[in-house]
DNA sequence: CCCTGATTCGC
DNA sequence: GCGAATCAGG
């Protein structure tokens, strides 16, 4: 795997995003360890992660002598994220506060590395071999977007919000193409975007 | 069982 | 440096 800048801007806006490693791994057609692996080295802030790995090391055995003149450089400054992964937490906004509802705009950036993805990515090709109901576990995507605007494609030319190349830099943009009804995104970034996350597991290799 | 992320360790 | 395997919590 070649960790090319582009790429790992990608991650890192992903990550920043908010969203899960495995979905991160998904839009970038790789594995989900790939991502926290690189995360990490990275150096990129955690997430809040249901676990912590400690007590018994199996493995390496090797005990960890604390040095008490370790004193304590690293309180505790995480990130203060919001804990939703794939939920982006809505705060009770007034309806009349919010003049552009902006549907699912910033909710993630595969940018312009997709092709591999938007055309034929193996990984999502097959997971989506009979994926005739958008059955995915998490995607609040549209949940947001229900909340936020009822009928957003009433007042609007809906528009795919699938964000192509990286947020931030002067080529960025999204999609635009007419989405599926109900759905933020066109029919073609709409499979990548609603996995069947089952399937996507033993599918990698 | 499903999901999730973190760490370890062979490469 | 990379990521699969493994671990571990919800």
Request: charged share 25%; glycine share 6%; aromatic share 4%.
């Amino acid at each position: 795997m070649e960790w090319s800048e582009e790429i790992i801007a990608q991650l890192k806006d992903l990550w920043a995003e908010g969203l899960s490693t495995a979905e991160i791994g998904r839009r970038l057609s790789i594995t989900k360890n790939a991502v926290v692996g690189k995360a990490h080295r990275l150096g990129l802030p955690p997430r809040p992660s249901p676990i912590r790995r400690n007590g018994s090391k199996p493995k390496t055995a090797a005990d960890k002598p604390e040095q008490t003149t370790a004193a304590t450089p690293v309180p505790e400054t995480p990130t203060p994220r919001a804990t939703g992964p794939v939920a982006p937490s809505v705060p009770p906004v007034p309806p009349a506060a919010i003049p552009t509802p902006a549907p699912v705009a910033e909710q993630a950036a595969p940018a312009a590395a997709a092709p591999v993805i938007a055309s034929g990515d193996d990984k999502a090709a097959r997971k989506e071999k009979a994926a005739p109901v958008a059955r995915s576990t998490t995607k609040p995507k549209t949940l947001l977007r229900s909340i936020s605007d009822p009928e957003p494609q009433k007042r609007r030319g809906p528009a795919c919000c699938w964000p192509i190349g990286d947020p931030g830099t002067p080529g960025f943009h999204f999609c635009g193409a007419t989405p599926i009804p109900g759905k933020p995104y066109c029919e073609e970034h709409a499979q990548i975007a609603y996995v069947r996350l089952r399937d996507r597991r033993d599918s990698v290799a």
